[in-house]
């Protein structure tokens, strides 16, 4: 009946179908790769870089995963920058610059030497269903392929619509078609589908600019990796520039709203909040005078820049008018214009928690396809979703993440219990266990349990250990050593010692840093590595806050205990209005935990909730009625 | 929450229970709420149709065709009804037996009877009200004086819900603006500064902090008071009881030791319930019936929230005065010179204070005392509240949990200390808001409040 079989097949070879390939295949799954352009694996579509605010921390937890977005960041890397230094360290976040091209060709390298990954180049057009359940797929060549698990990741593929002002396209990415067939069959399933809308600014050629008039950015002196297994030196090669819109701009932008596709009803898909076209910007801040711009470099060999802050579905005319209005880019080039694409997207509470669908069974959504929007929330849905298909074809228990163990954790929690009504994009204040939830202890929180699923290599593990005892050592030595009063760094500081303190007493001052302990010789130095200081001083410092949250966690730990089994009748639960009833029942929460996030269900219902799992489990002993 | 929900079970969904007390009556009222109710009318009730929200006059039969009683009946069409369900409520004559005849037909149709406050909860349930509400629906059914009932009534109308959502919106916008600062330091937002938003932590602690204060009537108003008189024999203790409570209750001689016994009436002073206690006078007795008069006066007393002690005011104070205040002069009380209609008055300082000069008998200075009593409780105000008030303690914990934790958020805000772990607090204390109005809740507090519902609301 098939032309070939595989344990796992993924379609589509973005950020999220690369680690959930990586994963399946090293799960020791037979595991192919459909991408209709093998020459664009991995393509960044929009902006060269990778990380961010919140976005840094979910790369950072592919990688104590076992997962390769942080290798392969920190190895095409072209710009390091720490952000959000000035807060606490729950909330630094690595950011670089990417070299789109280098990242291309060296995330093909890490999955061509995966065993037991197979890279395919076709389109797929139909998904093959027996009853409930995938069996796989064909492609355009009318080859049919054999999957026990179907991995859909097709990013702004399906139905792809482009718009370029008055002009609109069907097409996948700038100069790739669009996958019709595969979204039309997607929406045959009966699954709740949507569109949504996002956008890309214009690329600009580096010659024809004037760099001069912009401030510079560079990166960090000390860079931070996204992976704390990198240990090549991450470098620093080129800059960025900013800049900021000005309101001869807005004005031009005001006075040919009827061109944009925004605002002349041409677009019906729902667009980002968090990342507006500059024509929202000037719509909805029409009080702000100007907006920042960054320029950002595509590559060390490429001759693109990429206008951050300027995405945008104007008239390429209009595009070119704005530019002109910018000091510095008054004679700028246009390599490529700006568009807003417009694309198929499933609502996410389809989903299971471990992403397979509850519709079709072996069937895996990760990426856009479930209402995200950002490289690095495709790839962490993408190593989930590459490990459940595994787990999924070895008949092993799903793998899924507390809300307290990662941000992926709540990401995906957030996705199969609400839904999504605009691109989900990821960020700090999502997590209400942040300060547990650092860069510093992602591979704490998340390398056993990548150990445990399989993910995690002998290397990578024997690496993790090394650094928690090299953290137990150090940590007991502060809490033994006790600095001369009359060291100078007191001294020099005013800082009077009473009663000998141990460094780690001394470390709860707000004022006392580590490394500063260290470098003024307070204390002797060793082979001591920057992420161990910042994991040992934030346990110590903010012993407090951390002791606090922790007790909030252990609240949702006993929600999450209780347990609500797959087949729970909701129907004929007394004293639930049938609203909060189609709310359940379309959910399926797996705990109570869950079932109290969903909208709109409220704290009496989920009493009730609970008395009635309470009467479910003990059957034998019939309540009393009055 | 055990105690109230654990009852309710079963595996209908239509609840029954009698809504009126329970014994001779003018009428009853049963109250059906659930899926059958609508059936339920048209099995028993005949008369013209049930239109929703209409009273309609019609006989209950039984199944033999029989009339059991005249009735009137009205049907709530789910979900614009009390519970958001089908609501059937049948007015029948107060006969305690026919309406138990009633009850238990609908039971054999289906229903079951409700737990205490269940049709409160499925109200809950079903977001025809907050928390705050079915509280208030609670305390209005318990109402003693018109000021509990009225203040019940303007919290079950949602006015304390309504004066802590703009406090919560307020708060809700100071964490966005941190948050903000926090996940948009890429962008070029625009923040306040630290200090203005450590202001801000405090002014809304300030705003909860006067919302607070309103407890400490809101207590006595829920709660009421204990008033005890106490003092020596035969200084005119039931006279001045009687004088308080306004109606001869408790017996008067001039036979000094006649109150044996504790005597207590209820009575309102600006509408908070007093509860006031007459007791045995205090002396050393070999009266073996008087003398245990004499001890559980003293434990009256001791759980007082107010004693007034009395002296004769026509007399010099004596060494039994004093034998008595000794036992006494540790809880909160006021000393009340009686007998003023006797001319003589001594008006010298009693252990530090000016006696209130009264007469039981004529009424004289009685006015001033109540106020005194006023005052001693910690509220001059007496009515006319423009702002709702907190009545219960799980309000009061509440609002005192949600300052505590904005004061230590803007302690850190203050200090310099991260954002994120300001923010700590400041989502603590939004948890405290929510757990008021019930938004966010905890199995326990529901159960709390609706384990002391009585049946049928």
């Known amino acids: 009946m098939f032309d070939e079989s595989y344990d796992v097949v993924v379609v589509g070879a973005g950020h999220a179908g690369c680690e959930a390939a990586h994963a399946a295949a090293k799960l020791g799954c037979n595991t192919a790769l459909y991408t209709m352009n093998a020459d664009l694996i991995a393509q960044m579509s929009c902006n060269p870089a990778v ?66 990954l197979f890279i395919k180049q076709a389109e797929v057009m139909e998904l093959l269903f027996d009853g409930a359940a995938v069996v796989g797929i064909e492609l355009q060549d009318g080859r049919r392929v054999g999957g026990q698990t179907v991995i859909l990741t097709t990013g702004t593929f399906l139905n792809g619509l482009i718009h370029i002002g008055e002009k609109q396209f069907t097409s996948g990415r700038s100069g790739e078609p669009a996958a019709i067939a595969l979204a039309n069959c997607i929406r045959s399933v009966g699954f709740e589908w949507g569109r949504l809308k996002t956008g890309t600014p214009p690329r600009l050629d580096r010659r024809s600019i004037d760099f001069s008039a912009f401030e510079k950015q560079e990166g960090d002196v000390h860079p931070t990796p996204f992976s704390l297994r990198t240990t090549a030196e991450l470098r620093n090669a080129e800059c960025c520039y900013i800049t900021q819109t000005n309101e001869r701009i807005h004005e031009i932008i005001r006075s040919n709203m009827k061109r944009s596709p925004l605002y002349s009803g041409q677009i019906q898909g729902i667009g980002p909040r968090y990342c507006p076209s500059l024509e929202d910007k000037v719509v909805k801040f029409a009080d702000r005078d100007r907006h920042q711009i960054v320029l950002e470099p595509e590559g060390v060999d490429s001759r693109e820049i990429y206008v ?71 790839a962490a849905q993408g190593i989930v979703a590459g490990i459940n298909a595994a787990c999924k074809s070895r008949r092993k228990p799903y793998f899924m993440l507390s809300r307290s163990d990662a941000y992926i954790g709540i990401m995906i929690d957030d996705l199969v219990t609400k839904g999504t009504s605009e691109p989900y994009r990821m960020f700090t204040s999502r997590a209400e266990f942040r300060l547990n939830l650092r860069i510093d202890n992602a591979d704490r929180r998340l390398t056993p349990l990548g150990r445990e699923v399989g993910l995690v290599a002998d290397g990578h593990w024997d690496d993790y250990l090394e650094r928690q005892s090299r953290i137990e050592r150090l940590r007991a ?80 730990r006993k929600a999450e205990a209780k347990r609500i089994p797959a087949d729970f009748a909701y129907e004929n639960m007394p004293g639930l209005s049938r609203e909060i009833v189609e709310k359940l029942s379309r959910v399926r929460p797996t705990s109570i935990a869950q079932a109290s996030r969903i909208p709109g269900v409220t704290p009496a219902s989920i009493t009730i909730l609970l008395f009635h799992l309470e009467v479910r489990r003990r059957p034998s002993q019939p309540e009393s009625v009055a | 929450m055990r105690e109230g929900l654990h009852k309710i079970s079963g595996s209908e969904d239509t609840i029954v229970a009698l809504s009126t007390p329970i014994g001779r009556s003018g009428i ?46 009205v049907f709530y069409k789910a979900p614009h009804s009390y519970t958001g369900e089908d609501v059937l409520e049948v007015s029948a004559h107060g006969n305690p037996l026919t309406l138990q005849q009633i009850i238990g037909m609908i039971q054999s149709a289906g229903a079951r009877l409700a737990a205490p406050g269940e049709f409160t909860l499925r109200a809950v349930a079903n977001g025809k009200m907050d928390l ?57 937002v625009q923040l306040p500064d630290v200090e203005s938003m450590a202001g801000r932590a405090q002014s809304l602690a300030n705003s909860l902090g006067r919302l607070q204060k309103t407890y400490s009537y809101g207590k006595l108003l829920s709660l009421g008071v204990r008033l005890v008189i106490a ?19 408790a017996i008067v001689t001039d036979i000094p030791g006649t109150t044996r016994d504790i005597v207590t009436e209820s009575a309102s002073l600006d509408g908070i319930p007093l509860k006031i206690f007459d007791t045995a006078g205090v ?86 005392l109540r106020q005194a009593i006023r005052e001693n409780l910690g509220h001059a105000q007496s009515e006319g509240f423009t702002e709702s008030i907190l009545t219960t303690a799980r309000q009061n914990e509440a609002v005192l949990g949600a300052i505590s934790h904005l004061h230590v958020g803007e302690t850190a805000l203050r200090e310099n200390v991260p954002a994120e772990m300001a923010l700590l607090d400041m989502y603590q204390a939004l948890g405290c808001l929510n757990e008021l109005t019930g938004e966010t809740t905890t199995e326990d507090i529901l159960g709390r409040i609706f384990s002391t519902f009585c049946i049928g609301k």
């Open chain 1, 308 to 378: 951050n802050g300027m995405s945008t579905s104007l008239p390429i005319d209009i595009q070119r008018e704005i530019l002109g209005q910018i000091k510095g880019l008054e004679s700028a080039d246009m390599v490529r214009p700006g568009y807003a694409i417009e694309y198929d997207f499933v609502q996410p509470t389809e989903l299971h928690p471990w992403l397979e669908t509850k519709k079709m069974q072996g069937l895996f959504f990760a990426g856009q396809i479930n209402g995200t929007t950002g490289y690095e929330e495709a």
């Open chain 2, 28 to 73: 009853g009222v049963v109250r059906v709420s659930g899926s059958l109710a609508s059936r339920v009318g048209s099995n028993f009730f005949r008369g013209s149709g049930l239109v929703h929200s209409r009273a309609v006059v019609g006989c209950w039969m039984d199944s033999n065709d029989s009339v059991v009683d005249q009735v009137v009946a």
């Open chain 1, 477 to 556: 030595r502060l809490s033994e050593t006790k600095p001369e009063a009359s060291h100078p760094f007191f001294i020099s500081r005013g800082i009077e010692l009473r009663d000998r303190p141990t460094v780690a007493a001394l470390l709860r001052r707000p004022e006392i840093r580590l490394e500063e302990l260290f470098a003024e010789g307070v204390l002797e130095s060793e082979n001591l590595r920057r992420e161990d200081l910042v994991s040992i001083e934030t346990a110590v410092k903010y012993e407090g806050y951390l002791k606090q949250q922790e007790r909030e966690v252990d609240k949702l």
């Open chain 2, 231 to 249: 003092g020596k024999p035969n200084v005119g203790k039931s006279s001045l009881f009687n004088r308080l409570v306004e109606a001869d209750r």
């Open chain 1, 51 to 116: 990380g961010g605010i919140a976005k840094g921390h979910l790369v950072r937890e592919i990688d104590a995963l076992g997962g390769i977005m942080g290798l392969v960041a920190d190895e095409a890397g072209i710009q390091f920058r720490l952000l959000n230094t000035s807060r606490g360290p729950a909330v630094w976040s690595p950011r670089a610059q990417e070299d789109k091209a280098l990242y291309r060709t060296l995330m093909r390298r890490m999955l061509e030497r995966t065993p037991n």
């Open chain 2, 132 to 188: 705050i509400q079915a509280e208030a629906v609670r305390d209005f059914i318990e109402a003693q004086t018109d000021i509990q009932a009225r203040t019940a009534l303007r919290q079950m109308e949602g006015a304390l819900s309504r004066q802590i959502q703009p406090i919560k919106e307020s708060l809700i916008d100071l964490i966005a603006h941190v948050e903000a600062g926090i996940d948009f330091a890429e962008d070029d």
């Open chain 2, 283 to 368: 002396r050393d007795t070999r009266d073996d019936v008087e003398r245990i008069g004499v001890a559980r006066a003293l434990e009256t007393a001791a759980e007082a929230d107010l004693l007034l002690f009395v002296i004769d005011g026509s007399r010099q104070l004596d060494d039994a005065d004093r034998a008595a205040l000794e036992k006494v002069r540790n809880l909160s009380h006021l000393i009340v010179a009686n007998k003023a209609d006797l001319g003589a008055f001594h008006d010298a300082e009693v252990d530090g204070m000016k006696p209130l000069r009264v007469s039981a008998k004529t009424g004289e200075g009685i006015d001033e």
